[in-house]
Structures are given as structure tokens and as C-alpha cells.
């Protein structure tokens, strides 16, 4: 494959800087390592996916690892099955069929193809021995910021460790802090953001965005106020007997900045968990990163149920939730311009939030479309098609970073919950900023001013700094 | 342009496919789908004293485990296998062995298991099961896993449970439905709620005829809320964003449209707690147990 060749296939073409990655990855003068930290949206995978296939001309007999988020598997397997590339996702399930395929169950991974699994799937004992019983010749991660520190770090230098030749792609986007370098000595890095992007003629590809963030502040009445203080009350009175003390108070922290639907969701796991003396991990949403995973240990008393199912009945009988009439005081005035909001998407973190967003928008009389990551596959990208074409509002859950959405024509983003770290808002924001898009964005941020300390105010604050950093 | 992202249907039909192959091992319930998804294997040489192999087995709540010096299965030591060599060992025995039990290295007390292979059908393993309380998988040179009776019982039971407990959620919003309104009430709530989907002429008139959504749309909407509200909560957004969450996890169970996970099982079964509250406090009300 001659990477000089723009790879024509109508909607895909290299543009010069992934043809430039390919040629400095494949020079033979080049690091054993290469970081490449470029924007959401400028094609990492894409590009990753053609040093693959390259790889696989040169050295056919090469063993190649993926190393990439669960819910991306099979969107990757599709661009590799694009680029003529033999790949299998292998899961526990897809492990033992091979092992049972194999001359030896501890080797079961053959040569002329790539293997993607998740880095979590990779971290487990018997896989982690099994992937360090072969020598690689790529190991590319994509997400690396996400494979820092503990046992996933651990897994890629290992094996790194094992296969002395091996070369090592690390994908990832600008402005993250330290990324691993997992034992190699021998570095390069890239980093690229979107106005530095050119086309084939050296002309930029993005104009500087015009983007404006717009905070929307809402006061908990005093009601709500109580209401918080009693549920988390319950809730440290339930996790002193079953849970884990510091972090079930902080996932309820963060549903409780959500909605009721989310608070009552976390309020009905908890009572359900310790009721049915269900042990183990305790978490509200898929999206959920580690220190936001509790431990359920032990059985509730009675006490914390009746305390947590009094918490429900009381969310249930209150009906002012003043951020959603912040919410709905916005697209009153959307609509009061335009009889629907031309392109709208909002964003939170969780499932139950959505569908009572949803609830909301229906007593409103608005249409509203919704992805969320427990959709089949088929139905979020029918949803975001439809979106796509006639407008309207579009609700979301992090799937829409992970799932690899594009939502460049989209004219206002509304963060029902502001992402909480600084890489879920670039990745989320970079989903509104593909190459051609060239329209005022706006960025609403529901910000509680009651809660002290002011954790939304504090995210709303590194929000501005992208923004700001983007339009540069 | 990128083609990291979706961009076309046509793209979203290839992905489709490329998923359906992939998943192909997966659609048929085989041996290899029940053993459990997070067992890692654990094994033990044939020297291992019985003490220390019995307190492995309480350690991990084990039943038996697999015996494997180098990479060849020897046999599987378990309670079972314990007890009956061990009720046959005499005062002599254990005299001219100077041990006690305890001391004595695993490999006196295996016993054999049976092999099936991760494509084998559940039917072909549960003599097996119910002979000698398990089955290994792979063969005596490539231990993959083991399968035991309970395992298959957490097997089916999560297949069965989300069928039987949305089953329990659609019949009881029915008679929650129905003790709320008459049978006219109802025509005339079906009217309001569902004219625009149907057309005047076509609007469902019974609860069986009509979808879960058509029972939450005619729940929540504005005018006839009212009439439900005591039933489900006072809270109107709440009620219909729950019965929305629970319309897609009903769909996607009874169409199969995707995996069920251990969390739509857990958010099944608290919306079946949710209604199984509401339906007490119904019968309560009336007087009922």
C-alpha cells in the first residue's frame, strides 16, 4: 500500500496530515514508540487503521493488538473490515473458542490478523499471561489516556517487556496530562488541534469557531434543599452498613445534581442492593469511571430502607425541580424564535435523566429524539440520522462521545450535567466540531448556583478554557 | 473526511453485518455461553495436601477443582471425591500412611470428569451434571473451563428472569389501568392520547389490544393524568419517564434486539419493585390482603 495515494472511497480520503503519520510511522529512522495526540474528529483511528493494514502488507505473519474501549469494538472492526484487515474482538467467549482452536491453551493468538479487545478484558490474569505468551509487532492503544496507572498499565508493559520489537501506537487527544510510556525508551510525538489541520493545497480545513457559552443558572428552593440533605443523610446511614463510605455518598452527589428520575433511580439500586443482600459493585451508569464504583458488602438494616424509601416517596410528591424550569425557560425561548429548535442536543450523564427529559419535552409538546448506550446499535444511528436531518432536540448520554457520532450541524448544545472531566468535555465537544463546520455554537451549561462547594461552576470554568482554546 | 464516525446508512448496514458475523458464535445457546462469562480458572497440582485444597474450596465457595500437573487433567478433587476415598481408608491405612487425612496429597482422592467442548448443545452435558455434579471443558491436554449444575441454573434463570418479570410489570400496569378507569374512561382517554398515532378510526379500545407505550402515552398525557395519578405517584414526569425507560427495556427483551445485561435485569427488577409497591398500596386501599 503507497500512502503518497489518496485513498479515495468517496466519503474517506487521507488528508496530508494522516498521510504525513503514516510515512513518519513506517520511517525506517522512527521511534519505537509514537504518541499521537490529535483533536477528536481528525481521523486517529481512521489513520491507525491504514498504518494496520500497511503493517500487515510488510510483515504478513505480523500479530497485531487493538487495545480499545468495550462500546468502539465493533465500530473498529468495521473501519479495519474497510481497509481489507482480518480482525476478531475477542471476548471470553471468542477466547475459549480459540483456545480450543489452538495447539496449546495458553497460545491461542495466530499471525495475519488484528485482535481487538477492551484493555479491561486484557488486565484479567489468564488473558494478561495468555497476550505475554506471543511476541507482538503492533500494539496500538487507542484512549491511551484512560490505560494509566494500576493493572491496565501494567498489561501493556508486559508486554512490551515481551516482545522486545515491537512497535507501539498510542492514541489519544491533545491537552491530556502524562501518558504512560509503558517501559519504551525510544519516543516521538504528535499533537495536533484543529486549526492546524490543512488541506492537500496547505489551506486550513477549520475556520477559527465561533463559539459562545452561555451558563444557565438555576437556585434550589429550599424545599429541594431539604430534600437533598435528607437523601444523603439516608444514604450515609445506609453505606455505614453496607457500602462503601466515601464513594456511595459522591455517586449520589453527582445524581442528585442530575434529576429526581436519576436520584430516585440511585435511591431505588441502593434499597434493592442492600434489601436482597446483593453484594459486589454498586454503580448508577455505564460511563462510570472507577472511583465512582462502590462496594455493597453487607446486608441494610431497617432503619436505612425505611429512611432511602421515605427519600422515594418524598422525591416523588415534590414537584418543583428548578433546573428543569431553567431548562424549559431556554427552549421557550428557542421556540419563542423558531417553532422548533433548529438543531438542538442535550447532554447528561444518565439513562433515568434522559427519559425524564424526554417526559418533559413531551408535556411540552416538543419531538425529541434519544441515544443512549443501551440502545441496539442500529437504533442510535437511525436516531442520530433522523437528528441529522430534520433537527429538532436530541437527548444524549455519553454514548455520544463513545459511539463516534457526528454532530457537526448541530447549533446548540445544552449540558443538562456538565461533563465532570476535562477529557469527557473535549471528547464531548469535539463531536459538535468536525471538519466543515463553520456555525455559531452554542454551549448552555445548567449550573447550580445553591451547592457549595460550586463543583458545577468549577467544570463550567475548564469548559470556557476549551472553547477559548478551540477558537484560537 | 474522518470515517472514524458513522456518516451514511449504507455504512451503518456494513457495520451491522460485520457485528452479525462476529456474533454468530453467540446466538446459539451453547455449553460455551453458560459457562460464566468472569470464571477464571482455578486449578491444583496433584501434591497439594487435601487441607490445603479443602480450604481453597471454601475460600472461593467451590465445589470441586480441577487437579492438573503441567498441562494434563488428572482428575478433580471435591468434597464429594473426598469423602468417598476417604470413607474407605481403615485405622491401617492410615498407620502405614503416618498421615492424617488432611495430610494427604490430593491426587489419592480425584476422581474423573467428563469433557464437552464450548460448541457442545447444553442437552449433551447433563448426564454429566447430574452424575458427577460438573463437566470440564476442552480435553485432558487443554483445560478451558468447568460447568457446573449451578451454573446452568444462573444460566437459565438469567435468560428466563427478564421475560417473567416484564410479564408481571404488563399485567399488573393492565389492572392498574383498569381499577383507575371504566371501560368507557378508558375509549375516551385512548381518544385523547392516541388519535394522532392511529387516526380517529383505528384507536385500540382494549388494554390487550393496545402497546406498553400506548399505555404510558395515555398515562401521561396532560387531561387524563388526573384519573392515574393516585397509582403510580403524584409526580406525572417521573411516572412517564420510568414507563418510557421501561417500553425500550420491554422492546428490546421481546424482540430481541440485544443482549440483556446484568444492569437492565437489575433496572427490571426495580421497576417490578416500583409496581409491586404501587399494586399493594392499590390493594390496601381497597381492602384487599
Redesign the interface.
Known amino acids: 500500500m503507497n500512502s503518497k495515494t489518496i485513498q479515495n ?1 468517496g ?3 487521507l488528508l496530508p496530515h494522516q498521510l504525513d503519520l503514516i510515512d513518519r510511522f513506517f520511517n525506517p529512522e522512527a521511534a519505537q514508540g509514537l504518541l499521537v495526540r490529535w483533536a477528536v ?6 489513520t491507525a487503521s491504514h498504518i494496520i493494514a500497511r503493517q500487515l502488507v510488510l510483515k504478513p505473519d505480523a500479530r497485531i493488538l487493538v487495545l480499545v474501549p468495550a462500546a468502539l469494538q ?2 473498529i ?3 479495519l ?2 481497509r481489507g484487515i482480518d480482525s ?2 475477542v ?4 477466547f ?2 480459540m ?2 482452536a ?1 495447539e ?2 495458553q497460545a491461542p493468538f495466530g499471525t495475519g490478523r488484528a485482535f481487538l479487545m477492551s484493555t479491561e478484558f486484557a488486565s ?3 488473558i494478561r499471561a495468555s497476550l505475554g505468551t506471543v511476541q507482538w509487532t503492533l500494539i496500538v492503544v487507542d484512549e491511551a489516556h484512560r490505560v494509566g496507572g494500576g493493572k491496565r498499565e501494567g498489561v501493556v508493559r508486559d508486554l512490551v517487556e515481551g516482545s522486545p520489537d515491537v512497535r507501539l501506537l498510542l492514541l489519544t487527544i491533545p491537552g491530556i496530562g502524562r501518558i504512560p510510556h509503558f517501559g519504551i525508551q525510544q519516543w516521538a510525538e504528535t499533537e495536533l488541534r484543529r486549526q492546524e489541520v490543512m488541506d492537500s493545497a496547505g489551506r486550513p480545513i477549520f475556520g477559527a469557531r465561533t463559539s459562545v457559552l452561555l451558563p444557565l443558572e438555576y437556585r434550589l428552593s429550599e424545599h429541594e434543599q431539604l430534600l437533598r440533605r435528607e437523601i444523603l443523610n439516608a444514604v450515609r446511614l445506609a453505606q455505614s452498613e453496607g457500602g462503601t463510605a466515601h464513594t456511595l455518598a459522591h455517586i449520589f452527589e453527582r445524581a442528585l445534581r442530575s434529576s ?2 436519576a436520584v ?2 440511585a435511591l ?2 441502593l434499597r ?1 442492593r442492600l434489601a436482597h443482600f446483593d453484594t459486589g459493585t454498586f454503580q448508577l451508569d ?1 460511563g462510570a469511571e472507577l472511583s465512582e464504583i462502590a462496594t455493597i458488602s453487607a446486608k441494610g438494616t431497617t432503619a436505612a430502607f425505611e429512611r432511602l424509601g421515605v427519600c422515594i416517596e418524598t ?5 418543583v ?1 428548578s433546573k ?1 424550569r431553567a431548562f424549559e425557560g431556554l427552549l421557550t425561548e428557542k421556540l419563542d424564535k423558531a417553532s422548533m429548535p433548529p438543531a438542538m442536543c442535550v447532554f447528561t450523564e444518565f ?2 435523566t434522559l ?6 419535552l ?2 411540552l409538546g416538543i419531538e425529541s429524539r434519544a441515544i443512549h448506550g ?6 442510535q ?1 437511525q436516531a ?2 433522523e437528528f441529522r436531518g430534520r433537527g429538532g432536540v436530541l437527548i444524549a448520554t455519553n454514548v455520544v462521545w463513545s ?4 454532530l457537526g450541524a448541530v447549533d446548540s448544545l445544552v449540558l443538562y450535567d456538565v461533563p465532570r472531566s476535562e477529557i469527557a468535555q473535549r471528547q464531548l465537544l469535539g463531536r459538535f466540531n ?3 463546520q463553520d456555525r455559531v455554537f452554542a454551549v448552555h451549561a445548567l449550573v447550580d448556583t445553591t451547592s457549595v462547594p460550586l463543583v458545577s461552576q468549577e467544570a463550567v470554568g475548564a469548559l470556557a478554557t476549551i472553547l477559548q482554546e478551540d477558537a484560537l | 473526511m474522518s470515517d472514524e464516525h458513522i456518516t451514511d446508512d449504507g455504512a451503518s448496514d456494513k457495520l451491522e453485518a460485520v457485528r452479525a458475523l462476529d456474533l454468530v458464535s453467540k446466538l446459539f445457546h451453547q455449553v460455551n455461553r453458560v459457562v460464566p462469562a468472569d470464571q477464571q480458572l482455578l486449578t491444583i497440582p496433584p501434591e497439594m495436601a487435601v487441607r490445603d485444597a479443602i480450604a481453597l474450596l471454601q475460600e472461593h465457595r467451590f465445589s470441586q477443582l480441577p487437579v492438573v500437573a503441567g498441562e494434563r487433567v488428572l482428575g478433580v478433587f471435591s468434597y464429594r471425591s473426598f469423602a468417598h476415598k476417604a470413607a474407605r481408608l481403615n485405622a491401617s491405612d492410615i498407620t502405614k500412611q503416618k498421615s492424617a487425612p488432611g495430610d494427604l496429597p490430593v491426587e489419592d482422592f480425584v476422581e474423573t470428569f467428563e469433557f464437552a467442548s464450548v460448541h457442545d448443545e447444553m442437552p449433551k452435558v447433563f448426564e454429566s451434571m447430574e452424575n458427577d455434579n460438573g463437566i470440564l471443558i476442552g480435553s485432558h491436554d487443554k483445560l478451558i473451563g468447568i460447568l457446573t449444575p449451578m451454573d446452568f441454573l444462573r444460566y437459565l434463570y438469567e435468560l428466563a428472569s427478564p421475560f417473567v418479570m416484564l410479564s408481571e410489570i404488563e399485567l399488573t400496569l393492565r389492572e392498574l389501568i383498569r381499577l383507575a378507569v371504566s371501560q368507557e374512561e378508558l375509549e375516551a382517554c385512548a381518544i385523547l392520547s392516541l388519535e394522532n398515532l392511529y387516526g380517529a378510526e383505528k384507536v385500540p379500545k382494549t388494554l390487550e389490544s393496545m402497546t406498553f407505550d400506548n399505555y404510558r402515552m395515555i398515562i401521561s398525557h396532560g387531561e387524563s393524568w388526573p384519573k392515574f395519578q393516585g397509582l403510580l405517584g403524584s409526580n406525572r414526569t417521573l411516572v412517564s419517564g420510568k414507563l418510557r425507560e421501561l417500553c425500550e427495556l420491554r422492546n428490546d427483551v421481546f424482540h430481541f434486539k440485544r443482549e440483556i445485561k446484568a444492569a437492565d435485569r437489575e433496572t427490571i427488577r426495580e421497576y417490578r419493585q416500583w409496581l409491586l409497591f404501587h399494586a399493594r398500596k392499590t390493594e390496601a386501599r381497597r381492602g384487599g390482603m
Open positions: 472511497r466519503e474517506s480520503v474528529g481528525l481521523g486517529r483511528l481512521h465493533s465500530q472492526q468495521f473501519v473490515d474497510q476478531l474482538i471476548d471470553r467467549f471468542r475459549r473458542e483456545q480450543e489452538a496449546t491453551v484479567r490474569d489468564d429526581p428520575s430516585e433511580a431505588r439500586r434493592n455505564e422525591l416523588n410528591s415534590v414537584d425541580d428543569r439513562r433515568a427519559h425524564y427529559l424526554q417526559a418533559v413531551d408535556e443501551a440502545m441496539p446499535e442500529r437504533e444511528t442520530i440520522h459511539s463516534g457520532a457526528e468536525r471538519l466543515s
